[in-house]
Every structure is written in structure tokens, then in C-alpha cells.
């Protein structure tokens, strides 16, 4: 499938844990002279509920296979020991429910420095799922085509997935710099299990050259 997002492993330990809510403040003194507070009267326009987290651990395998590279989001080098936590970034994550959709949330989830690796070739069955035998050997083994500390956002629906990354990289061969893109776009289809992949690509240009 080409340029499909193959998996995402997402490890939310936000886990809408009591007393990570926040609402907004009381409303003000209606006309009957006493306090309204959404949460209580049920108003037409109740808020949303939006729970924040820090240091939520991802892990992101991708594939361009129109280019035939694969990227590994996290990190893979200089671990004490690669295992399925210590090869996953720390970002930011914020979930969001709103009234006009009781049902769906939007979770995201932002970082400016996690890692990226990306490689020549496409070897799924070596990084996902994560086996510890397989994945280590691959990183530890595996020469990288590219690798660099990027900005990562994600915007995660009810019946969509949409990634971005981008950052400066460079080419492990020579050393040469590149600035890197990368879109991953998946809308699915609610209660089918099936999903098409709207944009999908890593872009990789020369800085400072042709």
C-alpha cells in the first residue's frame, strides 16, 4: 500500500486519571440571583472537557514506499537497554471532549525535540510489533540513511489519524544536512474497520545545495 501509515503505537498513560479535568470557571449569577455552575444546571452550552498530560510515551513506525524508507520515531541510540520504554519519546498530550460530539474526543500531542531514524528500505516484520529479539537487533545492526532531533505534532479524531514531523536531519553516510518533512494522513471509515490514507509522505532536501 503506498505510503500507507502502517502502525502507531501510542501509550497513553494520561488515562483520564481523577483530577486531571479541566473546566471552565462558574458561570455568573443568572437572573434568579443565585450561582449557576454548568457542571450542575446542564446549560445549552456546557464546556468541554480537556484533561493535559505531560510525558506521554509514543513510539511511531512510518513507510514512504514510493521513496522505500521506513522511519522509526523514538529513540534507538546510546539506550542502557533497548527495551519497549526506554525506545519511545516523551511528549506532551492533551485530550479534548466536546459537547457537540459526546461520544468522540481529539487527543494531541506535540513535541519539539524527539527522534527520528529513518532507513533504506521497508522491514516492518523487524520493528512492529515490538519484539525485543527483532527490534534491538535491527537498530543496533541496521545502517541508518538518515537521523535527527525534529518537531513532532499529531491531531488523533474518532475516525482520523493525522502526523507531521519536521526538522533538519542529516545523512549518516556523509554527514550532509537535510531539511525533513513528513506527513501521515489516515481517515477511517466509522464502524467498518477499514481506513484510506489521504496524504502520505517523507520529504528530505538538500540544505545549502541543489
Known amino acids: 500500500m503506498n505510503g500507507v501509515l502502517q502502525r502507531f503505537c501510542l501509550v497513553l498513560t494520561v488515562a483520564l486519571g481523577a483530577g486531571c479535568a479541566e473546566r471552565a470557571a462558574p458561570t455568573a449569577a443568572g437572573s434568579g ?4 455552575f454548568d457542571f450542575a444546571n446542564n446549560p445549552s452550552t456546557p464546556s468541554p472537557i480537556i484533561i493535559r498530560r505531560d510525558g506521554v510515551a509514543v513510539r511511531v513506525i512510518t513507510t514512504d514506499a514510493t521513496l522505500n524508507l521506513m522511519a522509526i520515531h523514538g529513540p534507538v541510540d546510546d539506550l542502557p537497554v533497548c527495551t519497549n520504554a526506554s525506545t519511545r519519546d516523551l511528549v506532551d498530550g492533551q485530550l479534548i471532549r466536546t459537547p457537540s460530539d ?3 474526543s481529539r487527543l494531541l500531542l506535540q513535541a519539539s525535540d524527539t527522534h ?5 528500505g521497508i522491514d ?15 537498530v543496533a545492526n541496521t545502517p541508518k540513511a538518515y537521523e535527527g532531533i525534529v518537531a513532532y505534532h499529531v491531531n488523533l479524531g ?10 533538519d536531519v542529516t545523512r549518516v553516510s556523509d554527514g550532509a544536512p537535510f531539511h525533513y518533512v513528513e506527513r501521515q494522513d489516515v481517515v477511517s471509515a466509522p464502524g467498518t474497520g477499514t481506513s484510506t490514507t489521504t496524504s502520505s ?8 545545495g541543489p
Do not use: H, K, N
Open 33 to 36: 440571583g443565585g450561582p449557576r
Open 102 to 104: 459526546a461520544q468522540g
Open 116 to 120: 527520528v531514524e529513518i532507513y533504506d
Open 124 to 138: 516492518l516484520a523487524a520493528v512492529f510489533p515490538f519484539v525485543a529479539s527483532t527490534f534491538c537487533a535491527f
Open 158 to 167: 474518532s475516525s482520523m489519524a493525522s502526523f507531521r514531523w519536521e526538522g
Open 201 to 208: 509522505y517523507i520529504r528530505l532536501s538538500p540544505i545549502g
